[in-house]
């Protein structure tokens, strides 16, 4: 949320088809920031956190965040949580969302016909059918420690990738089991099938530490490249 | 993008490799050091110890509401060269690097220029803007880059340098050739991957 997503297309179209296969993936980018961004005082988690909407009585794609969200912080036991800490009340699901929110815009393309694009947003991307001559594409993961340099990349003709870590220098995630930051890795990148679920396993396991290497491993389909 | 031809993005990669150019860098004060050799494949882990200094450096330079323009650098600056910015002035641009080793398809630099579009930075919330131009041959080969960014956001007196990626020639060259996209950048690396992107559109 609060980022631009960019989209690649491999197919051979024209303008006309590529520029109506973005704006309806831009449309529902739009139509779920409205849903759920926490700067705007409208949005339906504003008004959860406002009092003003019961999380019960919220939109059907609001309640399977949330829901979701719920299964993740039990599964993570509290490593992921979209609460600052435990007794928390106010809620931010923003960083379940932001991967969410882009894999489902991203059913766009296919649905306009598109069978070789990627869709990227913040650094995390869904991609779709490799290049039309074949190829994987490749994705390269930042070296955090000097972002000129790659620490590898990844082949995906069709999947996601994500990685989390600190976006912002300075800035840390958080643990919400102890309100400190988390420091074991710089960065974790998630590759697997979903980019939602990319996005939250890298967020889980890079609050978990050395533990979530081994805990990500019950998620078939999904691999990890922590850097220290 | 709608292309029969590959990605821009794609483009730009191999040209700079080629032209051996790097980007323009202005270091971010609390930039790590390099440590150990970077991880092999997924599932593997690398060596290198954790550098704890990621945060609450204390060199922290003041806020500067005004544009800083960072020049293009070769690609022989080293990562772990601190640029003058780690100062509490204002990064002063840094000096415009001799012509790479491998020679353009053609030697006018500068003929074509174009700007991408202004590009907030966010993470959270917005605390600036890049823009960069690009500098391509009359061929439409890139060959430079340099980057303007501004800060607006008051509270966040440690934003004023940013750390731009450097695309350093081995980098570019043995990783970077073939690449589609990269993960794990900063917000403000991405920021100028989108302007830079928005140039090179222009092209």
Redesign the interface.
């Given at each position: 949320m609060?980022?631009?997503a960019?989209?690649?297309?491999?197919?051979?179209?024209?303008?006309e088809?590529?520029?109506a296969a973005a704006d309806a993936v831009h449309s529902e980018l739009d139509r779920l920031e409205a849903m759920f961004s926490v700067?705007r005082p409208d949005s339906e988690i504003s008004r959860i956190n406002a009092g003003s909407l019961h999380h019960l009585d919220a939109s059907p794609e609001v309640v399977d965040v949330l829901d979701a969200c719920a299964w993740l912080e039990q599964v993570s036991d509290g490593a992921f949580s979209i609460r600052r800490s435990r007794n928390a009340t106010e809620i931010n699901p923003?960083g379940f969302v932001k991967g969410w929110a882009a894999e489902r815009a991203s059913h766009a393309l296919a649905e306009h016909g598109l069978n070789h694009w990627?869709l990227?947003t913040?650094?995390?991307?869904v991609l779709h059918g490799g290049m039309a001559s074949g190829e994987p594409?490749?994705?390269?993961?930042?070296?955090?420690?000097?972002?000129?340099?790659?620490?590898?990349?990844?082949d995906v003709k069709s999947g996601a990738?994500?990685?989390s870590?600190?976006?912002?220098?300075?800035?840390?995630l958080w643990d919400p089991r102890t309100g400190e930051?988390a420091?074991?890795?710089?960065?974790v990148?998630v590759?697997g099938p979903s980019l939602t679920w990319c996005d939250a396993y890298a967020t889980a396991v890079f609050v978990m530490g050395e533990p979530g290497?081994k805990w990500i491993g019950r998620f078939p389909g999904y691999?990890?490249?922590?850097?220290? | 993008?709608?292309?029969?031809e590959p990605?821009l993005?794609r483009r730009l990669y191999p040209a700079l490799a080629l032209t051996g150019v790097?980007l323009g860098?202005v270091n971010?004060l609390?930039?790590?050091?390099?440590?150990g050799a970077?991880?092999?494949?997924?599932?593997?882990?690398?060596g290198?110890?954790?550098?704890?200094a990621?945060?609450?450096?204390a060199s922290v330079a003041t806020t500067v509401p005004t544009p800083n323009s960072v020049a293009a650098q070769s690609q022989g600056t080293t990562?772990a060269t601190q640029a003058p910015a780690a100062t509490a002035a204002p990064a002063p641009p840094a000096t415009q690097a001799p012509a790479a080793t491998a020679a353009p398809a053609s030697n006018d630099c500068g003929a074509v220029t174009k700007t991408g579009s202004s590009t907030e930075i966010?993470?959270?919330?917005?605390y600036g803007v890049v823009q960069v131009t690009v500098k391509a041959t009359s061929a439409g080969q890139v060959c430079g880059a340099t980057a303007q960014y501004q800060t607006y956001d008051s509270k966040s007196a440690?934003?004023e340098d940013y750390?731009v990626?450097?695309?350093?020639k081995q980098?570019a060259s043995a990783?970077?050739a073939?690449?589609?996209?990269?993960?794990?950048?900063?917000?403000?690396?991405?920021a100028y991957q989108?302007s830079l992107?928005s140039a090179i559109d222009q092209l």
């Open positions: 609060g980022t631009t960019s989209i690649h297309v491999d197919d051979d179209v024209s303008r088809s590529f520029d700067f923003s990627y990227g913040g650094g995390d991307y594409w490749r994705i390269g993961i930042i070296d955090p420690r000097d972002p000129s340099m790659l620490v590898g990349s990844v990738v994500a990685t870590g600190t976006a912002e220098r300075g800035s840390h930051p420091t074991a890795f710089l960065s990148t590759t290497l691999s990890v490249l922590p850097v220290r | 993008m709608s292309n029969r990605s993005l790097g860098l971010a609390d930039r790590p050091a390099p440590t970077a991880a092999a494949g997924m599932l593997d882990t690398t290198a110890t954790q550098n704890s990621a945060g609450g450096d990562p966010t993470w959270r919330r917005s440690r934003y750390a990626p450097i695309l350093n980098v990783q970077g073939n690449i589609q996209g990269v993960s794990g950048a900063t917000a403000v690396s991405q989108q992107q």
